[in-house]
């Protein structure tokens, strides 16, 4: 079974401050994603990265930005975190099929 | 541009009772399409997926879906709804390589 873990469930933080949101697979998967869920809105994706230190912008990038250094861990951070980044984020990896995997999620909530 | 619709935002069904969740979408060749589930508070599982071929696939937990590419609708089906399918549903669809768009989610409430 793919396994998707996420650093954290729960996440409180104030404006302003950086946050890292870390992802980590065990399949040896070669792309990886990070979403945003809100309701009403569905899913969203911010940025996917197809190799180690390869990264490409989803639909809303702004505000975010990614780092993977290694296959197995994708990171988003949030430079300055605004109130309007209160949100679920998803991690989600692929392989040389269509399916994504994703991890249980984290809930972010910025005061 | 690809998009995708889910009409019923929210479902109430009686536990026992037959399920149809509705996804239609935009794009102009057969994407490959997919029904995600979602319980409170966790991430997305797979519930089934449509490449090609066979029109009605078969999913986990007794679900189904048809393709019906006359009506670009992939709408998900379970004859009898037990009380734990209470979640949220997403269909998405893509086109191939790294792209997968979500539809809005439908949310689905079982009353016993």
């Known amino acids: 079974d793919v396994k998707v873990t996420q650093s954290s469930r729960y996440l409180v933080k104030r404006t302003g401050e950086k946050v890292f949101l870390e992802c980590v697979q065990d399949m040896d998967h070669e792309n990886m994603f990070w979403y945003r869920q809100d309701p009403g809105l569905g899913l969203r994706l911010i940025y996917f990265?197809?190799?180690?230190?390869?990264?490409e912008k989803g639909d809303i990038p702004e505000g975010y930005s990614v780092s993977r250094e290694k296959k197995e861990r994708f990171s988003l951070i949030l430079e300055s975190a605004s109130t309007n980044q209160t949100s679920m984020y998803l991690c989600a990896t692929r392989t040389s099929g269509t399916e994504q995997f994703f991890g249980p999620g984290t809930r972010l909530t910025v005061l | 541009a690809q998009s995708v619709t889910q009409p019923d935002i929210h479902i109430t069904v009686s536990e026992g009772a037959s399920l149809e969740l509705r996804c239609n979408y935009s794009y102009g060749a057969t994407p490959y399409l997919f029904w995600y589930v979602q319980s409170p508070g966790q991430g997305l599982q797979l519930l089934l997926k449509y490449f090609s071929g066979d029109t009605l696939v078969q999913g986990i937990k007794g679900f189904e879906a048809e393709f019906k590419r006359s009506q670009s609708s992939f709408n998900l089906r379970k004859p009898s709804v037990h009380w734990s399918d209470a979640a949220e549903y997403f269909c998405?669809?893509?086109?191939?390589?790294?792209?997968?768009?979500f539809g809005t989610g439908t949310r689905l409430t079982v009353i016993p």
């Open positions: 998405a669809v893509s086109t191939g390589a790294n792209n997968l768009f």
């Open positions: 990265s197809y190799d180690v230190k390869m990264k």
